[in-house]
């Protein structure tokens, strides 16, 4: 059965790092999609960062553009997002997303466009 399982969550403070990791199992990695999602408090689900893991193209959110940097490791199949210079407002369950087919350009960061989701791991920034 196919797995996405995040892990790198934890507490910091205003301005700090924090790195999650996603692994991926049950398939031959580099071909596909892969994802960061986060969903805050009170609000939905909204795409951070995403990878074409063949060619390594990336998308990121206006909101973490300089900020956050989505990349892979095809060997050990794991997608990290680092996560630099944190603010109270990137507190949120942060989740790894992947789709094994091609996405419509414009989708790249879009909810829909990702079949296969982890259970989410959590980020707290306090100020």
């Known amino acids: 059965q196919v797995q996405v399982v995040e892990s790198g969550g934890g507490s910091v403070q205003s301005g700090g790092s924090l790195r999650l990791s996603c692994v991926a199992s049950?398939?031959?990695?580099?071909?596909?999609?892969m994802a960061w999602f986060r969903r805050a408090p009170g609000k939905g689900r909204e795409g951070v960062a995403a990878i074409l893991l063949d060619d390594g193209s990336k998308y990121y959110a206006d909101s973490v553009k300089g900020r956050f940097t989505i990349s892979r490791d095809n060997a050990e199949n794991t997608l990290y997002l680092q996560m630099n210079t944190l603010k109270p407002e990137d507190t949120a369950m942060y989740y790894c997303?992947?789709?094994?087919?091609?996405?419509?350009?414009?989708?790249?960061?879009?909810?829909?466009?990702?079949?296969?989701w982890g259970r989410g791991t959590q980020v707290t920034v306090s100020s």
């Open positions: 049950g398939y031959a990695y580099e071909h596909y999609w």
């Open positions: 997303a992947r789709r094994l087919s091609a996405i419509s350009s414009g989708s790249e960061l879009q909810e829909y466009s990702y079949p296969e």
